[in-house]
């Protein structure tokens, strides 16, 4: 089994230290005094571009051995069509990993855009194909349709995009897209198809994902609750005679010993600030994605030791100190954070996005340090040594 993984690159800013209450690399986080290049230098612009400084960590994931990264999107990104194509001229090997929901472009463009991209990049293009959890945020971007004719919505998007890569005309006639002998120049046609990253948990979701992707990804849960999932889009997928590969994303903060990792948590734990976390997390509201959400008592609070908010030997408390996404993370030795990732490749894990604080740094720590130990990598280091 080849594993692949891939890390996150920032575009919503990052800061140098996990230990830090907001983002001081680039000018995703408040302008003042302090912040590091790039971005600003005594709170005057200092003519570097984040942009350069999400390539600097893009060259070091590839360096440090991972297959490519995603490139996220949210209210407060930048456009991770815009970023992939600049880090495209820039990489070698790297692929890199576009989140969009499918309500953002039309999906004949799309198709277009993507066949340019592998044609730019030599056929490097992932997709993170996110369908939206609803609430504010997805009214945000104007998009008011319900849970599950969003689902509908990407299972239509994705017929067309298919439908149209070799290039021949296609025509369909859906409730969300019609089009008639649509094609791709011939230029286009026929580039290597991207991988499909597809998020979800709902039935509905997990119907979608088994006629489509080529990944079910999620944010990381209990064990139990994976291993419900995982069985769930096998089951969904052969359906379509098809198979879809577990992957799962998480936070990973890992150190040479598991005080050092530890001692890092609780140095990030003493100047966290509750007061304003809780504003944000009431700001945020709820939508109606569907997920498995933490006991009460891995829930993290000012008042809870760090080392109290573990499950199945995954720390519930990196959402706290900045880490984009699901709560549960890795902490603790190198050797430790490989036999983690191992025992999620037991339960059949064939991709993983993993991410830290600060993102240029801890790619090559991660890279460098945990990987090789993932019996996975062994195995493949081992055949290239021969």
């Known amino acids: 089994m080849m594993v692949e993984f891939h890390w996150r690159l920032p575009t919503h800013g990052d800061r140098a230290d996990v230990s830090l209450a907001h983002d001081t690399r680039g000018d995703w986080g408040p302008l003042k005094a302090g912040n590091q290049a790039p971005g600003l230098a005594q709170g005057e612009p200092d003519g570097i571009p984040y942009h350069d400084h999400l390539l600097e960590i893009a060259r ?38 576009i989140a969009f929901q499918p309500a953002w472009i039309d999906p004949a463009y799309a ?32 998009d008011r349709i319900a849970h599950d004719d969003r689902y509908a919505r990407t299972t239509e998007f994705l017929d067309v995009f298919k439908g149209l890569w070799d290039g021949k005309p296609f025509s369909y006639q859906g409730k969300f897209f019609q089009l008639d002998n649509a094609q791709l120049p011939a230029p286009l046609a026929g580039q290597a198809f991207p991988s499909l990253y597809f998020a979800g948990s709902s039935n509905a979701a997990l119907e979608a994902q088994g006629k489509h992707a080529d990944f079910n990804l999620t944010h990381m849960e209990p064990l139990e609750s994976l291993r419900i999932k995982f069985d769930r889009v096998r089951e969904l997928a052969s359906k379509e005679g098809r ?104 339960l059949g894990v064939e991709g993983f996005i993993l991410a830290g604080s600060p993102h240029l740094e801890e790619a090559y720590r991660i890279g460098e340090e945990v990987i090789p130990l993932v019996r996975g990598r062994k195995a493949q280091y081992a055949a290239a040594a021969e």
């Open 60 to 97: 070091a994931a590839e360096l440090a051995g991972f297959d490519g990264g995603l490139v996220p999107s949210f209210p407060n990104t930048d456009d991770p069509w815009v970023i992939s194509a600049a880090i495209a001229r820039r990489t070698r090997a790297f692929k890199f990993m």
């Open 111 to 142: 198709a277009k855009a993507a066949a340019s991209l592998q044609r730019l990049s030599g056929g490097r293009l992932n997709f993170n194909i996110i369908t939206g959890g609803g609430g504010p945020a997805q009214l945000w971007w104007g």
């Open 243 to 346: 198979k879809v590969k577990p992957a799962v994303r998480f936070n990973i903060l890992a150190r040479e010993t598991e005080e050092e990792a530890w001692d890092e948590v609780r140095r990030a734990w003493a100047n966290v600030d509750w007061d304003e976390r809780d504003r944000q997390l009431k700001a945020r509201g709820r939508g109606d994605g569907i997920g498995s959400p933490l006991p009460p008592h891995l829930i993290p609070s000012r008042d809870k030791d760090p080392r109290d908010l573990q499950i199945d030997g995954f720390f519930s408390g990196l959402g706290v100190l900045g880490g984009q996404g699901t709560p549960l993370g890795v902490v603790g030795s190198y050797e430790t954070a490989a036999e983690r990732i191992d025992t999620l490749i037991n």
